[in-house]
T-cell receptor
């Protein structure tokens, strides 16, 4: 089955530690996205990538970094500079970066601070 | 940049009641609008979308939304809700015309009581 796989489902981070969230898709989609979901704030865009080797900052990119070396993979690193990393992180992809293509979402990773 | 706002944070209805969830958008030229739904334990999925033509858009599972330009609104409706409609509903708009870089509203949690 085609889809988006996010791992791990739950992740714990110690203070001052960087962690990387995995996002893999086998849909052959060009565009990929990372969102952060907090209660009462909906989804906020962290980074997005419309094509391999290219990515753009979203609304809340500070304290995060991404790479897009392969079409199917868009890992997100939460760095120690992100002061409030506890949240639910969602990865999405779409066929292209055009507005009329629906975004397909993964099941998410819940990150907590120890 | 375009944005949307959802003013209903939590709506509680009995089965068979009618539903209307509000979504207001900020004007920014050509308007494209989306409703996404997140059922408990499932990933976010597209419910319906509007890009042009008939302002009344039909989506999955009996949902519809009406684009009213004069009111800057794209409210989601369903004549008779079921317990299985319990979910969180997000309105979204592209940040800029033609792009799939979506701005999501804060979401409305719908609880349907059997």
């Amino acid at each position: 089955d085609g889809g988006i796989t996010q791992s791990p489902k739950y992740l714990f981070r110690k203070e001052g530690q960087n962690v990387t969230l995995s996002c893999e898709q086998n849909l052959n989609h060009d565009a990929m996205y990372w969102y952060r979901q907090d209660p009462g704030q909906g989804l906020r865009l962290i980074y997005y990538s419309q094509i391999v080797n290219d990515f753009q900052k979203g609304d809340i990119a500070e304290g995060y970094s991404v790479s897009r070396e392969k079409k199917e993979s868009f890992p997100l690193t939460v760095t120690s500079a992100q002061k409030n990393p506890t949240a639910f992180y969602l990865c999405a992809s779409s066929i292209s970066g055009d507005w009329d293509q629906p975004q397909h979402f993964g099941d998410g990773t819940r990150l907590s601070i120890l | 940049a375009q944005s949307v706002s959802q003013h209903n944070h939590h709506v509680i209805l009995s089965e068979a009641a009618s539903l209307e969830l509000g979504c207001n958008y900020s004007y920014g030229g050509t308007v494209n609008l989306f409703w996404y739904v997140q059922y408990p334990g499932q990933h976010l999925q597209l419910l319906l979308k509007y890009f042009s033509g008939d302002p009344l858009v039909k989506g999955i599972k009996g949902f519809e939304a009406e684009f009213i330009k004069s009111k800057f609104s794209f409210n989601l409706r369903k004549p008779s809700v079921q317990w299985s409609d319990t979910a969180e509903y997000f309105c979204a708009v592209p940040r800029k015309t033609g792009a799939n870089n979506l701005f999501f509203g804060t979401g409305t949690r719908l609880t349907v009581i059997p």
